[in-house]
C-alpha cells in the first residue's frame, strides 16, 4: 500500500520534517516508480550530500530512471573511503556527525557494500565495465554475503575462470564469518563459477529435491532489489557447420571444472558429515542448477534436462535455470517443448531478455533463421549484456554461411563477455571456415590462454593444424582432448564427441597409421551410428589397405544412407572396377586356364539312320562298330553332365 | 538328452517370457513344450509362476498396459523402477513404442523408414549403453540392447551383447535366433553349452546355406525326442528348399500343415515352391486358405503376391507384396520377390531398391544379390553387376546359374580368361541350363587352345545329339560346332571324323553348303592320301602343316580350298 504509505509520510514530513523522514518518503515515491519526484524531494534539501541513505536512495531513483550520468555524480560526492571505519565495528564509528545518516539498525559493512554495487552497476550501464568489476569486487570485500555483486561479475563473465578463483580465494570470509558459515559461503559460491572451461565429473546428484532451507542465502542477500534480472549464465548453442574433408566439430564449448574444483568437490563431499547445513543446502534449487549445468557442458544433455524439467516443475520461472534448459532442449530438437516455454515467458515476461532469447532460440531449432535473428535481436536490446543471445545470433548467421555477419556477432559477444573463451573460439571457427587459417589460430590461441583445459579449443586446433597438413601436430592435439574427455566419462563419451574420434581417425590414415584410423573410425560410429560420413571414411581407408571388398561394402553402406555423395560413389565406381582387375575370376579359381578334360567319349558318330542315307559305305560300317563299344559310356558321361 | 529337466527349462522360459512380454519366444517354447507333451512332469517340478517382489504394483500396471500396447504409458510407470523385471519393461516398451510410430509415419512403403531418423532409437540405445556399462543389464535387457544395436547397424557390438545375454539366460530363443542371423562363421563364438544350442546352430545353418549340416542336426533332433515338433519340420523343410530338393520340401510343408493347419510360419517359403514348381492349383488352393486365416499377415500376403505373379499379373503381385513391406518393413522374402516383380515389369531403378533393401536386412540373400546384378547388366553397368554375381556366387559357390553369369559379364568386359574360367567351373558342378559348355568351347577357341576347344565341341555335340528328341527350335549353335569340329579333324588329317561331321552338317539348311564343300575337300583329300600310301610307307595321321588357327572357320575352309 504505498499510496497510503505516501500519503502518511508526507504529512509526517510536514509535521517533523525530520531527514529520516524524508528518507521514508522518497522510498515510497521509488516503490510508485516516481523516481524523479524522489530525486527532487531529496536534492532540493541536500540529503544526498549528508545521508548516506538518502544519497544511496537517489542513487537508485536515478538509476531506475536511466540517468547514468547524474547518478555517476550523486554517486561521487560520497566518497566511500571516508566513511569506511578503521575498525568495522558499528558502534565505534567515525565523526559524530555521520552517524545518524544510517538510519536503522543497519549494519555498516552491508551499506558500503551496497554503495559499492550500486556504483558499480551505474558504471555497467555506462560500459565501463572494469571499473564496475573493481566496484563489484570491493563490494564483496565489504560484505561477503552480498551475493548480487559476486553474481553479477560471473553471470556476465567478466572474469576469466582463473580471475574468479582468484577472487574467490581473495574474499575476507574468515573475518566476516563463522567457521561453518565461510564453508558453506564457499561452497554456495564455488557452484556459480564458470564450468565450461574445463571438464570435470559430476558430482552425484541427490535423487530427490527437497525444499532448501534457504534461511542463509537470504540473509545473505541485500535488502536493496534492483529491477529483476534474469540470470544468465553462458549458454552455447551450438552451430551446425561441417566443412568439406574434415567435419568441423562445431559444438560449443562443454565443461566444466578444473582440477581445483575437483578437489573442491571431493571437499565439499567430506564436508557434509561434519555440516548437516551443507548437506540440506545441495538440494536447494540453485545447487541443483549448478548441477544441471555441469552435466549440460559434459555434453550430458538427456541427464540435464531431466534435471532441469524437475527443477522447473518446482520452479516454473527459476531464472536461473531457465537459460540451461532453454540450451538443453536446443540440443535435444525439442521444438515443442521451447515453443510451449517460449510462448508462456512471452506471455509472462515480456520485458526479459530470457523470453525473447527463447523465442528466437525457437525459431533457429526449427531453421527459420530470419526470425531467429529478429527475436535475438530483441532480446539483445532488452539487455545488451545478455551473452547468450549474442551467441546463438551469430549461430543464427553461421548455419546459413554467412560468416562475416557471424564474426560481427561473435566479436560483439566476445567484447561484452571478457572473460569467456567461447565467443573467441566461434570467431576462430569462421575464419578456419573462411579459409583464413592463420588468423583462426591466432583466435584459438586467445581462447586457449583464456580456458586452458578446453578439449573443443584443442580440437578446433586439431582441426587446422589437419587443413594445414600438419598431421602430427593435429594427432596431438585430438589426442589430448580425447584425453581430457575420458578422464571425466567412466563409461562411454557422449555423442557429441563423434567428430573428434572421427577426425582422429582422418588424421591417423593421413599418417598412414590405417588399423589405428579404422579403430577410431570404429568407435565413433559406436557414438553415432549410422553416419554416411563415417561409413565412407572406413571404406576409404579399406580402400587404400587394400580390402577391396570390404571398401566396397562400406561405400555401399555410405551410399544407401546418402545417395548422391560423390566421394563415395566415384570412389566405389573405381574400387569396383578395380575389384574385378585383381581378384580371381571367383573365389577358387585356378590362376592358368584349365585344360579341357574329355569325358570318355571323344568322337562324334553317325546314327543308323543316317547310314541309309549315306553313300559312303565303308565309313558307316565303321561307325557302327564304333557306336557300339561306346554306348554305354555315352550315356554315363550325359549322366555325370546333368547332375 | 533329459528330455524332464529340457521340459522344466521350458516352463521355466515361458514363464520368464511371458512375464516380459517376448511373446515370439512364449510361442515358439510352447511349441517345443507341446511337441514335448508325452513327457509328463511330477507336480513339484512344475515351477511356481506368482512370486511377491518389488515393485510389483508398479510393474502389474506397466504390464497391463503393455499388454494391451499402451507402450508409452507402460514406459512412463515404469520411469523410474530398479529392478531388473520393471527396468526391462521400460526399455522394451519404449522401443516397441518407437518401432510402432515408425511404422504408423510411414507413408509410403515403397520407401521404408528412413534411418537417418533414428534419433529416438539412438536415444534410447544410449540409457541402454549406459547401464551397460555400468554392468546394470540383465540377460533380457541384454537382448534388448542387441537388438537395438542391431538395428543401428553395430553388428559386432550387438554380437557382443547377444552372446553376453544367452550366457545369462540360455532359453532366450529370441536371442539365439537373432544371434543365428547375424553371424557369418561357424565356431567363433564361446556360448554356453546349452541343449537350445542345437537348435541355434540348425537355424545359423540354414542361415548360412550349410544346408547338409542343418539337416543332420534337425534330425538327430528329432530323433531325440522332438519328431513332432513343427519348428524342426519346417527348419527341414526350409533346408530342403535351399537344396533345391523341391518335392521333398512340399511334402514336408504338407506334412506340416496337416499337423497344424493354422501355421502361417514360412508359408511363404512354401508357396515359392509352389511357384517355381508351376502348380497353379495348390498355390491359389494355399492363397484362399491363408487369406481365410488371416489377411493382414506378411505371409499371407506373400502367398497371393506369388499367386499372382504365377498368373502375370504383375502389377497386383507388386501390390501385395507392398502391403506385406507395409506390415513389415523387414520381411525379407517380400522385398526380394517384389523386385522379382518389378524386374518382369521392367522397372529397373524399382527392382534395384528393393534387391539394395533385401540385401540391407539379409547379407546373404543370394537371390537379391543375383537381381542386382540382372539390374545392373540391363544399365550396362558391368563392373558393378560383376560384384553382385561375385557376391552371389560366393553364397552359392555350386549353383551353375551364378557362375554362368559371373562368366558372361567377365565376356562382356573382355576379360575371357576369367570368363573361361568361370565356364569351366560352371560344366564341373553341373550345367544345368546347358550353356556353358557351348560357350566355354568357344571361349577355348577364341583363346587358340584348339586342342580344348575341339574337345568341349565335341562333347556338347554329343550331348545334342542325344537329346534330340527333345532339342529347342535354334540349332545353330550345334551345327556351328559340328562345323568347327569337321574342320578340326581336316586340319588334323583325322579324315574319318571330320567326314563324320562334315556329313553331319548336311542336315541344317544353313551349313548345308559348307558340309557339301567340306566333304568334297575330304573326299580330295583321301584320294591324295590313298595314292601317298601306294607310293610310299603308310604314314597315317601325321596332320598336315596347316594345323593353325581355326577361329574363323571359313577362313580355314578357304586355306584348304586353295591348296
Known amino acids: 500500500m504505498h499510496e497510503t504509505a505516501l500519503y502518511w509520510a508526507d504529512k509526517v514530513v510536514a509535521l517533523t520534517e525530520n531527514p529520516r523522514d524524508i528518507y521514508w518518503l522518497a522510498q515510497c515515491m521509488y516503490h510508485l516508480k516516481q523516481y524523479h519526484r524522489a530525486v527532487h524531494l531529496m536534492r532540493s534539501r541536500n540529503l544526498e550530500k549528508t545521508f548516506i541513505l538518502c544519497n544511496y536512495l537517489t542513487v537508485r531513483c536515478l538509476l531506475a530512471a536511466n540517468e547514468l550520468n547524474e547518478a555517476l555524480l550523486v554517486v561521487n560526492i560520497l566518497d566511500v573511503e571516508l566513511f569506511m571505519p578503521q575498525s568495522s565495528t558499528i558502534s565505534n564509528c567515525i565523526n559524530g556527525n555521520l552517524d545518524p545518516l544510517i538510519f536503522d539498525d543497519k549494519p555498516k559493512n552491508q551499506v558500503y557494500a551496497s554503495i559499492m554495487f550500486l556504483k558499480g552497476k551505474v558504471l555497467e550501464?555506462?560500459?565501463?565495465?572494469?571499473?564496475?568489476a573493481d566496484c563489484y569486487k570491493q563490494a564483496l570485500q565489504y560484505d561477503v554475503y552480498c551475493f548480487e555483486a559476486f553474481d553479477s561479475l560471473t553471470r556476465y563473465q567478466m572474469l576469466t575462470a582463473s580471475e574468479e578463483e582468484e577472487l574467490l580465494k581473495s574474499l575476507p570470509l574468515t573475518e566476516q564469518c563463522s567457521l561453518e558459515e565461510a564453508e558453506i559461503l564457499r561452497c554456495l559460491y564455488e557452484s556459480k563459477l564458470k564450468k565450461y572451461h574445463a571438464p570435470a565429473a559430476v558430482p552425484p546428484c541427490p535423487s530427490k529435491i527437497v525444499y532448501a532451507d534457504n534461511r542463509l542465502l537470504q540473509s545473505g542477500h541485500l535488502v536493496l532489489n534492483i529491477t529483476p534480472h534474469c540470470i544468465s549464465k553462458l549458454t552455447s548453442t551450438p552451430n551446425f557447420i561441417s566443412s568439406t574433408s574434415i567435419s568441423t566439430p562445431n559444438q560449443p564449448v562443454t565443461e566444466v571444472e578444473s582440477k581445483k574444483k575437483l578437489k573442491s568437490m571431493d571437499m565439499e563431499s567430506s564436508d557434509t558429515i561434519e555440516n548437516p547445513c551443507l548437506e540440506k543446502l545441495k538440494s536447494s534449487l540453485d545447487m541443483i542448477v549448478a548441477k544441471a549445468e555441469r552435466l549440460y557442458y559434459n555434453c550430458d544433455f538427456q541427464q540435464c534436462s531431466n534435471l532441469t524439467e524437475v527443477i522447473l516443475k518446482q520452479d516454473p520461472w527459476h531464472t536461473g535455470c531457465l537459460p540451461i534448459h532453454i540450451s538443453c532442449q536446443i540440443e535435444l530438437k525439442e521444438s515443442n517443448k521451447l515453443f510451449l516455454l517460449a510462448h508462456n515467458l512471452v506471455d509472462l515476461y515480456p520485458n526479459l531478455a530470457i523470453s525473447w532469447y527463447a523465442v528466437g532460440c525457437y525459431y533457429y531449432i526449427i531453421g527459420k533463421s530470419d526470425y531467429a535473428r529478429r527475436y535475438l535481436a530483441k532480446a539483445t536490446c532488452l539487455d545488451r549484456l545478455f551473452g547468450p543471445a549474442w551467441l546463438a545470433y551469430g549461430h543464427s548467421f553461421a548455419i546459413e554461411n554467412e560468416h562475416d555477419q557471424a564474426m560481427a556477432a561473435y566479436f560483439k559477444a566476445s567484447q561484452l563477455m571478457k572473460g569467456c573463451h567461447l565467443p573467441l573460439l566461434y570467431i576462430g571457427l569462421e575464419c578456419g571456415l573462411t579459409n583464413n587459417i592463420k588468423l583462426a589460430e591466432k583466435f584459438f590461441q586467445q581462447a586457449q590462454n583464456i580456458a586452458p583445459d578446453d578439449p573443443f579449443i584443442?580440437?578446433?586446433?586439431?582441426?587446422?593444424?589437419?587443413?594445414?597438413?600438419?598431421?602430427?601436430?593435429?594427432?596431438?592435439?585430438?589426442?589430448?582432448?580425447?584425453?581430457?574427455?575420458?578422464?571425466?566419462?567412466?563409461?562411454?563419451?557422449?555423442?557429441?564427441?563423434?567428430?573428434?574420434?572421427?577426425?582422429?581417425?582422418?588424421?591417423?590414415?593421413?599418417?598412414?597409421?590405417?588399423?589405428?584410423?579404422?579403430?577410431?573410425?570404429?568407435?565413433?560410429?559406436?557414438?553415432?551410428?549410422q553416419n554416411a560420413a563415417i561409413y565412407s571414411a572406413i571404406g576409404f581407408v579399406h580402400s587404400l589397405i587394400g580390402n577391396t571388398e570390404e571398401a566396397v561394402e562400406w561405400f555401399h553402406k555410405a551410399l544407401g544412407l546418402e545417395r548422391d555423395d560423390t566421394f563415395s560413389s566415384t570412389m566405389l565406381n573405381y574400387v569396383i572396377e578395380q575389384l574385378s582387375e585383381e581378384r580371381p575370376a571367383y573365389p577358387g579359381a585356378p590362376d592358368e586356364i584349365p585344360k579341357y578334360v574329355p569325358r570318355e567319349r571323344t568322337r562324334m558318330t553317325l546314327t543308323f539312320s543316317e547310314m541309309e542315307e549315306s553313300s559312303v559305305d565303308k565309313d558307316i560300317s565303321m561307325s557302327i562298330s564304333a557306336r557300339d563299344s561306346t554306348k554305354v559310356e555315352e550315356s554315363q558321361s550325359n549322366m555325370s553332365l546333368s547332375i | 538328452m533329459d528330455l524332464r529337466s529340457i521340459k522344466k527349462d521350458i516352463l521355466r522360459g515361458i514363464h520368464d517370457c511371458s512375464q516380459r512380454g517376448l511373446y515370439h519366444s512364449v510361442k515358439w517354447l510352447s511349441e517345443l513344450n507341446f511337441s514335448l507333451s508325452h513327457v509328463k512332469l511330477s507336480h513339484q517340478f512344475i515351477p511356481e509362476s506368482e512370486e511377491f517382489e518389488d515393485?510389483?504394483?508398479?510393474?502389474?500396471?506397466?504390464?497391463?498396459?503393455?499388454?494391451?500396447?499402451?507402450?508409452?504409458?507402460?514406459?512412463?510407470?515404469?520411469?523410474?523402477?530398479?529392478?531388473?523385471?520393471?527396468?526391462?519393461?521400460?526399455?522394451?516398451?519404449?522401443?516397441?513404442?518407437?518401432?510402432?510410430?515408425?511404422?504408423?509415419?510411414?507413408?509410403?512403403?515403397?520407401?521404408?523408414?528412413?534411418?537417418?531418423?533414428?534419433?529416438?532409437?539412438?536415444?534410447?540405445?544410449?540409457?541402454?549403453?549406459?547401464?551397460?556399462?555400468?554392468?546394470?543389464?540383465?540377460?533380457?535387457?541384454?537382448?534388448?540392447?542387441?537388438?537395438?544395436?542391431?538395428?543401428?547397424?553395430?553388428?559386432?557390438?550387438?554380437?557382443?551383447?547377444?552372446?553376453?545375454a544367452l550366457s545369462f539366460e540360455p532359453m532366450l530363443w529370441c536371442c539365439w535366433f537373432e544371434l543365428g542371423k547375424l553371424v557369418s562363421d561357424k565356431n567363433s563364438l564361446s556360448l554356453p553349452d546349452h541343449w537350445m544350442k542345437q537348435f541355434y546352430i540348425a537355424h545359423a545353418c540354414l542361415e548360412q546355406l550349410r544346408n547338409d549340416e542343418a539337416l543332420e542336426i534337425c534330425q538327430s533332433l528329432c530323433s531325440q525326442g522332438f519328431e513332432n515338433s513343427t519348428y524342426l519340420m519346417s527348419q527341414v523343410a526350409l533346408g530342403h528348399h535351399n537344396n533345391r530338393d523341391l518335392d521333398k520340401a512340399i511334402n514336408m510343408f504338407k506334412k506340416i500343415l496337416e499337423l497344424d493347419p493354422y501355421r502361417l510360419d514360412n508359408l511363404d517359403t512354401y508357396s515359392n515352391l509352389l511357384y517355381v514348381q508351376e502348380m497353379k492349383t495348390q498355390l491359389a488352393d494355399l492363397a484362399h486358405k491363408v487369406v481365410s486365416i488371416d489377411k493382414y499377415r506378411v505371409e499371407t500376403c506373400c502367398v497371393i503376391g506369388n499367386y499372382y505373379s504365377l498368373r502375370s499379373d504383375h502389377a497386383k503381385a507388386v501390390l501385395y507384396f507392398r502391403r506385406a513391406l507395409k506390415l513389415n518393413p523387414q520381411f525379407l522374402s517380400a522385398w526380394t520377390l517384389m523386385g522379382h516383380e518389378f524386374m518382369e515389369m521392367k522397372n529397373?531403378?524399382?527392382?534395384?531398391?528393393?534387391?539394395?533393401?533385401?540385401?540391407?536386412?539379409?547379407?546373404?540373400?543370394?537371390?537379391?544379390?543375383?537381381?542386382?546384378?540382372?539390374?545392373?547388366?540391363?544399365?550396362?553397368?558391368?563392373?558393378?553387376?560383376?560384384?553382385?554375381?561375385?557376391?552371389?556366387?560366393?553364397?552359392?559357390?555350386?549353383?551353375?546359374?551364378?557362375?554362368?553369369?559371373?562368366?558372361?559379364?567377365?565376356?562382356?568386359?573382355?576379360?575371357?580368361?576369367?570368363?573361361?574360367?568361370?565356364?569351366?567351373?560352371?560344366?564341373?558342378?553341373?550345367?544345368?541350363?546347358?550353356?556353358?559348355?557351348?560357350?566355354?568351347?568357344?571361349?577355348?577357341?577364341?583363346?587358340?587352345?584348339?586342342?580344348?576347344?575341339?574337345?568341349?565341341?565335341?562333347?556338347?555335340?554329343?550331348?545334342?545329339?542325344?537329346?534330340?528328341?527333345?532339342?529347342?527350335?535354334?540349332?545353330?549353335?550345334?551345327?556351328?560346332?559340328?562345323?568347327?569340329?569337321?574342320?578340326?579333324?581336316?586340319?588334323?588329317?583325322?579324315?574319318?571324323?571330320?567326314?563324320?561331321?562334315?556329313?553331319?552338317?548336311?542336315?541344317?539348311?544353313?551349313?548345308?553348303?559348307?558340309?557339301?564343300?567340306?566333304?568334297?575337300?575330304?573326299?580330295?583329300?583321301?584320294?591324295?592320301?590313298?595314292?601317298?600310301?601306294?607310293?610310299e610307307d603308310p604314314t597315317e595321321n601325321t596332320s598336315p602343316p596347316e594345323e593353325t588357327n581355326t577361329s574363323d572357320m571359313n577362313f580355314s575352309l578357304m586355306i584348304l580350298e586353295n591348296q
Not at chain 2, 534411418?115 to 540405445?125: A, G, Q, Y
Request: a neutral charge.
Open chain 2, 55 to 164: 515393485e510389483q504394483e508398479e510393474y502389474l500396471l506397466a504390464k497391463s498396459y503393455f499388454d494391451i500396447k499402451e507402450y508409452d504409458r507402460c514406459a512412463y510407470f515404469v520411469k523410474s523402477c530398479t529392478t531388473p523385471k520393471p527396468r526391462f519393461l521400460y526399455f522394451y516398451s519404449q522401443y516397441l513404442s518407437i518401432e510402432k510410430k515408425k511404422l504408423d509415419n510411414m507413408t509410403d512403403s515403397n520407401c521404408p523408414p528412413d534411418s537417418s531418423k533414428n534419433n529416438s532409437l539412438k536415444n534410447l540405445c544410449e540409457q541402454l549403453q549406459h547401464d551397460f556399462y555400468q554392468n546394470k543389464l540383465d540377460g533380457y535387457a541384454l537382448y534388448l540392447y542387441g537388438v537395438i544395436l542391431k538395428r543401428l547397424d553395430l553388428i559386432s557390438s550387438s554380437i557382443e551383447a547377444f552372446v553376453k
Open chain 1, 125 to 132: 550501464g555506462m560500459d565501463n565495465r572494469i571499473l564496475a
Open chain 1, 458 to 529: 584443442l580440437h578446433e586446433k586439431g582441426v587446422i593444424n589437419f587443413q594445414n597438413l600438419e598431421y602430427k601436430n593435429a594427432e596431438r592435439n585430438f589426442k589430448e582432448a580425447l584425453e581430457k574427455i575420458k578422464k571425466i566419462h567412466s563409461g562411454p563419451i557422449p555423442q557429441r564427441w563423434m567428430s573428434l574420434l572421427n577426425n582422429l581417425g582422418h588424421t591417423c590414415r593421413k599418417l598412414k597409421k590405417y588399423e589405428e584410423a579404422l579403430e577410431y573410425h570404429h568407435q565413433a560410429l559406436l557414438l553415432s551410428p
Open chain 2, 348 to 535: 529397373i531403378n524399382a527392382a534395384i531398391q528393393s534387391y539394395r533393401h533385401a540385401i540391407e536386412i539379409n547379407h546373404r540373400d543370394y537371390r537379391a544379390w543375383y537381381g542386382l546384378g540382372q539390374t545392373y547388366e540391363i544399365l550396362k553397368m558391368y563392373f558393378y553387376s560383376l560384384y553382385y554375381y561375385k557376391q552371389a556366387q560366393q553364397l552359392k559357390p555350386n549353383d551353375s546359374r551364378m557362375i554362368i553369369a559371373l562368366g558372361e559379364t567377365y565376356e562382356k568386359l573382355d576379360k575371357i580368361e576369367n570368363a573361361l574360367k568361370c565356364y569351366y567351373k560352371a560344366c564341373s558342378v553341373g550345367d544345368v541350363e546347358g550353356l556353358a559348355l557351348i560357350r566355354l568351347a568357344k571361349l577355348y577357341d577364341k583363346l587358340n587352345e584348339s586342342e580344348n576347344a575341339a574337345a568341349a565341341f565335341t562333347e556338347y555335340c554329343l550331348r545334342e545329339d542325344d537329346n534330340k528328341e527333345k532339342m529347342y527350335d535354334d540349332q545353330t549353335e550345334f551345327f556351328n560346332a559340328l562345323q568347327y569340329l569337321a574342320n578340326y579333324h581336316l586340319n588334323k588329317g583325322q579324315l574319318d571324323d571330320a567326314y563324320t561331321y562334315a556329313y553331319k552338317c548336311l542336315e541344317c539348311n544353313e551349313t548345308k553348303e559348307q558340309g557339301k564343300a567340306l566333304l568334297r575337300v575330304i573326299a580330295a583329300k583321301r584320294g591324295e592320301q590313298d595314292n601317298e600310301v601306294k607310293m
